[in-house]
């Protein structure tokens, strides 16, 4: 049982593959496309109000019908190690060692994760967030979590506040948070659409606007980056970001 | 040297790799995603417009100029085969055996190459043509090859009357080439968009379409299907086809 977008996606299909039944509470609303992913996954979906409370409400009840164990998106310590997962595999497939690598951070799973996956294996760790929602990179610079997060930005993955589990481990392992512009986060979403042929969601793109970003192209790094590009969520029958200026 | 979009990035990039100068003609109303990627993998571009004579008479200039060799499009036999490794790295990376595989067509390379690939294999092969632009299932009915071809598809990459030598490959190798609406092409390339986060080009989907149509599925055809998808130009400064009905 789980409350967001690409979470949701990556567990019914998990749930399915393994022969176990999965129950997802979403906002009322969400995007069609995934609301029809999350289904053909197999999956059971309740709706609720798109507010935190009526998640915590609608999700107690759900748990109560079922009985079944809830799976947080991001604040729990086996859905860190999940998401760092990509990085394993990316080092499985990548053929020179990587020297660095970027992943997005809303509630900060996956850039966990991510430093968890990279120790000992001298790959340099970067966190990318939106500066419409950057309260992980001020809870680093403040020494303290923040509780509360600003949600100005397209990439709407990331408008969560980093997790009480997720902020320490970026803090003791993560090199930096590199903050960018929506205007640099839609530059770079394009670019993954035109070259790599992805279609990849604000929040994804938001790595590869990190690496590019003048910040980090000031520290040199020297060899492959890897960049953790993690959901494609994009509401097709929407005019395309880049196309609304 | 080489007039077309796909074609052009591929044999650029190829190029580049191996060190080797490339020169591309190319109509003066390309995309300018496509002339980007051309010119970034180091290929010189020479513009002409848009119609066959001032393609023939602009590439004829461009060889007399460098020395260059012609590298066609579909219409040449180490240009259908070089098509055709499509077929075969798909086939080493699917674990199990294909049951068919299905294959756009407008000039033919790619549907006669995959073919030629497919021999031996047992694998059925099946051509997708869009109906507003159907010069090839029509010449099978016919026994005989057209030399014209109506353009009144989306799938701009299938404008193309199939090719002198392609014709008589895919008339002896290929089971059937299947026909699709537009209407069909954009409900498959939307699919492809959605599901596998793939920005593949209406000639691309027509494949899919094809595989999705009553048509093939009345075959009955037991087990996994290929399909070829060959290229990804699309205007992201235009609006989705889906948009605009």
Redesign the interface.
């Given at each position: 049982m789980l409350p967001k977008g690409n979470h949701a996606g990556a567990l019914a299909l998990a749930a399915k593959e393994r022969g176990i039944k999965c129950f997802v509470v979403m906002p009322s609303n969400s995007a069609q496309?995934k609301i029809?992913?999350v289904r053909s996954y197999g999956a059971e979906i309740t709706f609720c109000e798109p507010n935190a409370p009526a998640r915590a409400a609608t999700l107690a009840t759900v748990q109560k019908r079922t009985g079944a164990t809830f799976i947080p998106p991001y604040d729990a310590v086996n859905t860190i190690l999940g998401q760092g997962t990509a990085l394993l595999e990316l080092l499985d497939q990548t053929p020179e060692p990587l020297a660095a690598v970027a992943a997005p951070v809303g509630g900060g799973g996956l850039l966990a994760g991510t430093a968890l996956a990279a120790e000992g294996t001298g790959v340099r760790v970067f966190g990318a967030e939106p500066s419409g929602a950057d309260d992980c990179a001020q809870g680093l610079r403040e020494g303290q979590r923040r509780d509360t997060v600003d949600a100005n930005t397209i990439a709407d993955g990331l408008r969560t506040p980093v997790g009480h589990i997720n902020f320490p481990i970026i803090q003791d392992k993560v090199e930096q948070v590199i903050v960018v512009s929506d205007e640099e986060i839609i530059r770079a979403m394009?670019l993954l659409?035109?070259?790599l042929?992805?279609?990849?969601e604000p929040s994804s793109a938001t790595a590869f606007a990190a690496v590019m970003s003048p910040a980090f192209q000031r520290l040199g790094v020297k060899g492959p980056v890897g960049i953790i590009i993690s959901g494609?969520n994009v509401d097709?029958?929407?005019?395309?970001p880049?196309?609304l200026e």
């Open positions: 496309p029809d992913a394009r659409w035109e070259r042929k992805l279609v990849v494609g097709l029958s929407q005019p395309l880049w196309t």
